[in-house]
């Protein structure tokens, strides 16, 4: 059975970060109008004193992030701002079997719900999210005014 597990993001593996985010240009494109990021830019978002960034890693692979705030001050709950797989490991449950371990973690920190939010151009992400429990709730605006369609799940 492959194992998969979460290790935090550090200075000196941003570059491993900034690959697997750079795997995927057709998201970047969504989020960031252009299909690549800086180092620097990942450096601001993934490592910052507001959220918590993972790698998350099948053995000793890196083949994704995970990045989340643990309590949105706007509404006291926990958000997930970010989970991306590396485009060479999409498709093969990666993505379902990390966000199971994940909210497993959560639970066992006595989180009760976790919330999501998704561009509205984003179909792959909304089909996933609502395939593992999430429902709809609102339609908000992102910091870079981005609609966003949100999702919560009681955990």
Known sequence: MNSIHFEEITEETL???LEIINSNPGYNQLV????SRTLEEVKVELLNNNTKSLFIKLEDTYIGIVDYLLLNEKDQC?????MIIHVDYQGFGFGTQAYNKFEKELINNGLSVLRVGV????HHAQRFWSSLGFKYF???KSNRSN???CYEKKL
């Open 147 to 149: 609609e966003v369609d």
């Open 32 to 35: 960031n109008e252009k299909e």
């Open 78 to 82: 926990p958000w997930l701002g970010l």
């Open 15 to 17: 570059y491993i970060a």
């Open 138 to 140: 609102k339609t908000a």
């Open 119 to 122: 561009l509205k151009e984003n």
